[in-house]
């Protein structure tokens, strides 16, 4: 089993002569899913970046600040600003 609970075949020559296809689906975050989205941003900027960027600027990171840059749910999108 995969971490998925889906059952993983022992390897590609299983699949009967069928290609492998991953399906996804996405859809639309949800406004009270905003603080969890946030987070895991947060946590993958802190590991994908460790290393790369100061670590006190990976610890200061916080949820509100991808959601106010992302124009995500419970955000509204930053006025545009008048060019001219």
Known sequence: MSDFG???P???SDLSGESPIAE???RLALPAEANEIGEIQVAAWRT???GLLPADVLADLNPAQFC???GGPR???PARRATG
């Open 10 to 12: 022992a390897n590609l």
């Open 6 to 8: 889906v059952p993983e």
């Open 24 to 26: 996804t689906s996405v």
């Open 75 to 77: 955000c509204s999108r």
């Open 48 to 50: 994908s970046y460790a």
């Open 68 to 70: 106010g840059a992302s």
